[in-house]
Nanobody, 115 residues
Framework: QVQLVESGGGLVQPGGSLRLSCAASRSIVSFNAMGWYRQAPGKERELVATIPPIGSTNVADSVRGRYTISRDNVKNTVYLQMNSLKPDDTAVYYC?????????WGQGTQVTVSS
């Protein structure tokens, strides 16, 4: 069973930055893709960014230019650098990994943007 453990969430003021980490229990190069999703209260879970083993990353229009997804294959960790945060970015952020038809999720980490 694959485990994904997120960290790095918290409370930040508008305009601030946070970096989320997602540590996997096995080599991340074996996944077809990894990414981050978020779910705000009363809203559906939405894609934030994805990163394949090789090739270009994909970032949602709502966060493009502010968020960057990256990976460290040695540490089996995926990161989400979030800059210029807005109150609308407040949500629980989930790490996701896909291995063929199997989908794995982390437990989520809360990000709150508020003054």
């Amino acid at each position: 069973q694959v485990q994904l453990v997120e960290s790095g969430g918290g409370l930040v003021q508008p305009g601030g930055s946070l970096r989320l980490s997602c540590a996997a229990s096995r080599s991340i190069v074996s996944f077809n893709a990894m990414g981050w999703y978020r779910q705000a209260p009363g809203k559906e879970r939405e894609l934030v960014a994805t990163i394949p083993p090789i090739g270009s990353t994909n970032v949602a229009d709502s966060v493009r230019g502010r968020y960057t997804i990256s990976r460290d294959n040695v540490k089996n960790t995926v990161y989400l650098q979030m800059n210029s945060l807005k109150p609308d970015d407040t949500a629980v952020y989930y790490c996701h990994a896909r291995d063929g038809l199997k989908n794995y999720w982390g437990q989520g980490t809360q990000v709150t943007v508020s003054s």
